[in-house]
DNA sequence: ATATGTGAATTGATTCACAGCG
DNA sequence: CGCTGTGAATCAATTCACATAT
């Protein structure tokens, strides 16, 4: 049971979710593999398959529930929870997400927000005050934080984990351009957007521009 | 010539320049694949055989050079030009992208930021004026711009992915939890911290926690 | 000797065709 | 019939072993 999901699967579900919230939202109540497909930018085929992989959650000859699709995706997903999240780095990219509206929407609740610089301890940023990083520990037990935005800047990214890690949390999301080690059982996804332009310059330059036609 | 490059390797050959830089910041003159792996956070066969998917940089017996190394990198992802970049929509995160102080050090100059609400217009962010997204053909010509960040609402991108499109950029590095669809010739890196945090969820808690030890 | 470059083997992911249920 | 679920086939990516160059 639960046979375990490929990480490239589990990258779409995200997106399936979200193209299902969307039909949720217009009131639309079944859909089927090939609109899911073409919403979520992939194919009908790839979009049974994944899902076959979690489980049996369409009915044959009529396509998903939305309803149903919904509420399995966000079990297998971990969703059925809310996860107290930390920040930690209080620069511009850390303010932002403190400000973001729409965490609690998806079932992350900021629970912290933490930096090294006495200017900004004190301070507020969202509704959270801002704590000194030496506070962690105390934070992520009282408030049970298993996961954490890596907001700082990319030569203190490794020490900020480190301290993550030993106060107990166990998934990070990394916004600094560095690679980050962690023992196992500890989780990284980066959000690299510094290399995002360096793909994209990849795409547009590597290769000659061969002038393509965005005509048809 | 210049065999294509799998995404896989893309990819990582941008985790590669920066772990060189961080060598090369620190003076070292001589890395093996093994260092570079170990840093990377991946192995030393992999490392060899990506940086043999695009040219002959090393020398057996030794290893690679660091200068060269750089050189390259930057040669096959095409950063040995200056990419002028718009950031389209000036919310938290395109203000806080807008004041990101290291774009230039890799050869990204901001050159453009937009909005569609009249209250935002006509200030500045960074050292940006921000300007009406009605302007946007006009300065991605004026500019040269090819590529942008995609800052607004998720409800809005699909929208404003169009207009850039319109207006000629072919690169778009899109912040939204929304798929983005553009026409062939045209390239999408999503940066998605929303998904982020529930692909860690998953990991977390999708599968039961299975007392992971830490030890040994 | 030493560490790269690369074909071969393996593993994983995607695509497909169609069986099977409604 | 229509559309899902799934084994088989194809394709891509990773791992490995070793020949090769310095």
Redesign the interface.
């Known amino acids: 049971m639960?046979a375990?999901?490929p990480p490239a699967t589990?990258?779409r579900?995200?997106?399936y979710?979200?193209?299902v919230d969307e039909f949720a939202a217009v009131g639309v109540e079944r859909v089927s593999s090939d609109e899911l497909g073409e919403?979520?930018?992939t194919s009908a085929f790839q979009v049974r398959k994944d899902l076959a992989t979690c489980g049996r959650f369409g009915t044959r000859g009529s396509g998903y529930t939305v309803a149903t699709l919904e509420r399995e995706l966000r079990r297998?997903?971990?969703?059925t929870?809310s996860?107290p999240?930390a920040i930690v780095g209080m620069g511009?990219?850390g303010?932002?997400?403190a400000?973001?509206p729409?965490?609690g929407r998806?079932?992350?609740v900021l629970s912290g927000a933490f930096d090294v610089d006495p200017a900004k301890v004190g301070m507020r940023a969202g509704s959270l005050l801002i704590r000194h990083l030496d506070d962690l520990p105390d934070v992520v037990r009282e408030h049970g934080i298993?996961?954490a935005?890596l907001t700082v800047p990319a030569d203190a990214a490794q020490d900020a984990a480190k301290a993550l890690v030993g106060a107990g949390v166990?998934?990070?999301?990394n916004?600094a351009?560095?690679?980050i080690?962690v023992?196992?059982?500890?989780?990284v996804?980066?959000?690299?957007?510094?290399?995002?332009?360096?793909?994209?310059?990849?795409?547009?330059?590597?290769?000659p521009a061969s002038t393509?036609?965005?005509d048809g």
């Open positions: 639960a375990s999901i589990v990258g579900l995200v997106t979710l979200r193209v919403r979520a930018g297998v997903l971990g969703l929870r996860w999240v511009r990219i303010q932002a997400l400000d973001y729409n965490f998806q079932d992350f298993e996961m935005f166990r998934g990070l999301l916004f351009p560095a690679v080690h023992p196992a059982g500890v989780f996804e980066s959000v690299d957007f510094v290399g995002g332009l360096q793909r994209l310059a990849f795409a547009l330059g590597g290769r393509v036609g965005i």
